[in-house]
């Protein structure tokens, strides 16, 4: 069955960076589009940006400039770097394939907290 696991979260300062990582088993990863999302306190799971198994990206305007997409085909992985993190960008990350977006099933996600 599907598994995704993601990775790499934790509290950073304002400015900072992080890499998240999605270890994703139980589909082709190489034939599906794949993409991260997040959920903020108190806030809807939103759309953060996608990469098709084409490799067009596509990002959340709020993110463009700030955040990279990547993945290695081979290691199954999905990548997301994101540099000149906000307070904005706290939230619990997840991956998926962008088929399953609207009704799952989704993985444990990761934390990111950007605080002074």
């Known amino acids: 069955q599907v598994q995704l696991v993601e990775s790499g979260g934790g509290l950073v300062q304002p400015g900072g960076s992080l890499r998240l990582s999605c270890e994703a088993s139980?589909?082709?990863?190489?034939?599906?589009?794949m993409g991260w999302y997040r959920q903020a306190p108190g806030k809807q799971r939103e759309w953060v940006a996608t990469?098709?198994?084409?490799?067009?990206?596509s990002y959340l305007d709020s993110v463009k400039d700030r955040f990279t997409i990547s993945r290695d085909n081979v290691k199954t992985t999905l990548y997301l770097e994101m540099n000149n993190l906000k307070p904005a960008d706290t939230a619990v990350y997840y991956c998926?394939?962008?088929?399953?977006?609207?009704?799952?099933?989704w993985g444990q996600g990761t934390q990111v907290t950007v605080s002074s």
């Open positions: 139980g589909l082709d990863f190489s034939r599906v589009s």
């Open positions: 990469m098709t198994y084409l490799d067009m990206i």
């Open positions: 998926n394939d962008i088929s399953r977006s609207r009704e799952g099933p």
